[in-house]
């Protein structure tokens, strides 16, 4: 089956074409960085009328480059949330009227689950139960998976998503957006050690993630100690660098170490790492060393599959598909869309027992 995978959650026009869910025809992005650049983030307004500059000649590079026509497409697979709404809505209106036009089945996806299936390419079949760790701009989330399609969130953030933490520390340091990378190379000429940052723990003993006390920590240490941000132009001094690399290694600690306890007690078969977070280093060796203490297979997806793009969707759609499953016209954007369906199986079940005593 040959599925057109649409993207357009953020700041990323993409389309791909996939055959069979696991073959990669064509994977374009438009990476809308340069436009967003002067503003420190994302602008909605502008990300959205750029989607719709871009999806129409992107889908044709996407056709284009994987040598087929539209009408060799058989399904199409769309980002349906969560995300920003105007963004949203570009793809969502193109893929309903693509697959309208042609005649084909589509569906909506759930742009997390999409990054969940941004290993199938390059790694061997998903071994179930699963853990996903999905570290991005918008989310940071530990998935337990008992079987392909059912998601429990046993661990998220109780703030900001761990990127989104890369990028305001970034700002305060006066580096570039996106934070992550910039933040990642610098790092590599810093001292680790050299500042103790926290990392949260959250009160009520859930063992849940936050990021924004590390922020204000790090601003903390930049008031207290005088540290002025860098300057357009300068080449960062030493101290920048060690407080990219002891905030990184805090970011790291708590994402690996929370996954370890977990992983420990939920014992699952493969711990996925994906989103634009798992394009750092730091982490991806931290996540190693513990997959090798739980004898513990970890699956990343590659660099250009870990920030967002269609090729996921692309996947994580044919699964659906393939599982009999459609969205019809009526389908829309949803902006806080959850990926989270086995909790419910948990209420229901307990229901059951509670009946059952009875
Ligand atoms: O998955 P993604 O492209 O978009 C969302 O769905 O949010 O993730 C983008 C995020 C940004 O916050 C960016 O700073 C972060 O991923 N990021 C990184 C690295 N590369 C991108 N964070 C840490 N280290 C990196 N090398
Ligand atoms: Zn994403």
């Known amino acids: 089956m040959l599925i057109l995978g649409i993207e357009s959650s953020c700041d990323e026009t993409a389309a791909a074409v996939v055959r069979g869910g696991r073959e990669i025809l064509s994977s374009v992005i438009s990476s809308q960085i340069e436009l967003h650049k002067p503003f420190g983030g994302v602008v909605p ?63 909506g996806v759930n742009h997390i689950e999409g990054h969940v299936f941004s290993v199938a390419f390059e790694n061997p079949p998903i071994q179930y139960p699963a853990f996903a760790l999905i570290v991005s701009g918008g989310h940071t989330n530990l998935f337990y998976i008992p079987e392909a399609g059912v998601y429990k969130v046993i661990s998220r953030t109780r703030d900001d998503a761990a990127g989104e933490a890369f990028d305001k520390v970034a700002k305060m340091l006066g580096l570039e957006y996106p934070g992550g990378p910039v933040i990642e190379k610098l790092a590599r000429e810093g001292d680790a050690k050299k500042i103790k940052f926290p990392v949260a723990k959250i009160s009520d003993g859930r063992p849940d993630f936050s990021f924004s006390g590390l922020k204000t920590a790090v601003a903390r240490y930049l008031r207290e100690n005088e540290i002025a941000p860098v300057g357009k132009g300068e080449t960062p001094a030493q101290e920048i660098r060690d407080i990219a690399a002891s905030f990184q290694a805090t970011v790291v600690r708590s994402l690996v170490g929370t996954t370890e306890k977990l992983a420990a007690e939920y014992k699952p078969k493969t711990l996925i790492i994906a989103g634009g977070v798992a394009c750092n280093d730091a982490l991806r060796e931290a996540a190693l060393n513990v997959g090798g203490k739980l004898k513990l297979p970890v699956y990343f997806p590659s660099k250009h599959l870990s920030t967002d793009n269609a090729a996921m969707i692309a996947a994580a759609g044919y699964f659906h598909l393939e599982r009999g499953e459609r969205s019809n016209l009526r389908m829309t954007a949803d902006v806080s869309m959850r990926l989270q369906n086995y909790e419910n199986e948990d209420a229901e079940l307990k229901r059951k027992k509670v009946r059952y005593r009875l």
Do not use: M
């Open 45 to 107: 307004e502008l990300a959205a009328r750029e989607h719709l500059e871009k999806i129409d000649p992107i889908v044709d590079e996407a056709l284009a480059r994987a040598n087929i026509t539209l009408e060799e497409i058989d399904a199409v697979a769309v980002t349906q949330g969560p995300g920003l709404v105007a963004s949203l809505l570009v793809g969502v209106c193109y893929a309903k009227a693509l697959a309208f036009g042609l005649d084909i089945p589509f569906i």
